[in-house]
């Protein structure tokens, strides 16, 4: 037995209840007749001309509904005449490589045969003009030789910087459409001043490029499709800013003022850009706030990230499988893009699952009360998930909250890896 084990053999696990998270459901029962509604608005696929050629985009996070969404965008742009076309909107992810990108799109099953439309890679990018700061501002070098640009974008809460422009239309233009290279541009004075940069180089795009509008898009806390809207250019300054305020209400978050252990049994890409939510869990690496977690503990990489494990950096253990799956190749261009390296550091790393959740709950303060222990899938998906028994009266003072009166234990494999959750 090594030492670590033999210092962690004692430390108790609690038991458990399931708790149910009642959120907002509300959500778009017939996707693709939405998607053919919203652009029928004046001043959106009225403005495509037959013959022409339209570049759309895809991006790196899983979009409820994405493959219906972009499937059924380019049945409309066909109707009209119009050739589609897809790329990858996403920066440096993938590893900064073109064949890494069009990887991502597939492990969400956007394919050309799913789409109906060819997609084209490439990180080539061509100067579109110089943003109000004086920097340049590039794009797709493959999207501009189309007649047209459409940018598909959900709207959302960033992880690391907040204004009323985040993570949507207009980072899709400033950082999506601008690959590696002008994804760096647009990060290089910091995340303290991407809420100028990000609508800067926005206003560039739209400017002088040819994008008649685009599309945006809103998700529930169950991340399903709750609205969206085919915006003309000239309106996207205005209306992206109230679509990222219902995002925000919508959003999930951990209904607790204070965790001591945060259990997450997987982060990834597809979940969010840094891996777990910040604004879920409270912790960015420039700051700390509701809720206040002592210990996060992540057990695993979620099958559709791949190789990349940005975002271990917020926890303070995980396992030894993170290390082993990951790549430094696929991950550290997301680093260097946006020189935020905090996020890639490598906390503490057990050898199981079981090791990972003991040392949680012993590198915790102890004051006298049992430990709150709070364990779930991952930032993605709130509408479930369980709590120790001293988080019971937190859960019984919550209106929202509710549990079905059993007490469940973690399970382990042979390997004391994590198997599920039993009734006890």
Request: proline residues 5%.
């Amino acid at each position: 037995m090594g030492v670590v084990k033999e210092l962690l053999q004692d430390v108790e696990i609690p038991k458990f209840y399931k708790v149910a998270n009642k959120m907002d459901d509300t959500h778009i029962e017939d996707v693709a007749q939405a998607v053919r509604d919203a652009l029928k608005r004046e001043g959106t696929l009225d403005r495509i001309k037959p013959g022409s050629t339209v570049c759309f985009t895809a991006a790196s996070r899983e979009i409820a509904n994405s493959v219906l969404i972009l499937r059924t965008f380019a049945e409309e742009l066909k109707r009209i005449g119009a050739t589609p076309y897809i790329v990858p909107a996403m920066g440096s992810h993938g590893g900064a490589t073109a064949e890494g990108q069009r990887a991502i799109l597939e492990h969400y099953g956007i394919t050309e045969e799913a789409c109906g439309c060819e997609i084209h890679a490439t990180m080539e990018t061509k100067k579109v003009g110089v943003s109000a700061e004086g920097l340049d501002v590039r794009l797709d070098a493959f999207a501009l030789s189309c007649d047209y640009i459409v940018p598909v974008a959900r709207i959302k809460p960033h992880t690391d910087f907040h204004g009323p422009f985040e993570s949507g239309i207009m980072k899709m233009l400033a950082i999506g459409l601008g690959k590696q290279y002008g994804a760096s541009i647009c990060h290089m004075r910091g995340f303290d001043l991407m809420h100028i940069n990000v609508p800067s180089f926005g206003r560039t795009a739209l400017k002088n490029c040819n994008i008649p509008f685009a599309i945006g898009l809103v998700e529930n806390a169950f991340h399903q499709t709750h609205t969206i809207r085919a915006i003309p250019n000239e309106c996207i300054e205005t209306e992206e800013p109230e679509l990222l305020l219902l995002a925000k209400k919508l959003m999930a978050t951990i209904p607790f003022e204070k965790v001591d252990v945060l259990m997450l049994e997987q982060i990834g890409k597809e979940i969010s850009g840094d891996g777990m939510d910040p604004n879920v869990v409270g912790r960015a690496y420039n700051y700390r706030e509701k809720p206040f977690i002592h210990r996060i503990g992540v057990l695993d990489l979620s099958p559709k990230t791949g190789a990349n494990f940005n975002g271990i950096g917020n926890a303070d253990a995980t396992t030894r499988r993170i290390l082993e799956k990951g790549s430094f190749e696929e991950t550290y261009p997301n680093g260097i893009t946006s020189i935020t390296v905090e996020y890639m550091r490598i906390p503490a790393m057990l050898d199981n699952d079981k090791l990972c959740v003991q040392f949680c709950i012993r590198t915790c303060p102890y004051l006298g009360e049992p430990l709150k222990v709070m364990w779930t899938k991952d930032t993605l998906h709130m509408g479930e998930f369980y709590v120790s028994e001293s988080l019971l009266k937190d859960v019984e003072a919550n209106p929202a909250l509710s549990t079905d009166g059993t007490l469940y234990q973690p399970a382990f494999d042979e390997n004391d890896n994590f198997t599920g959750f039993q009734a006890v």
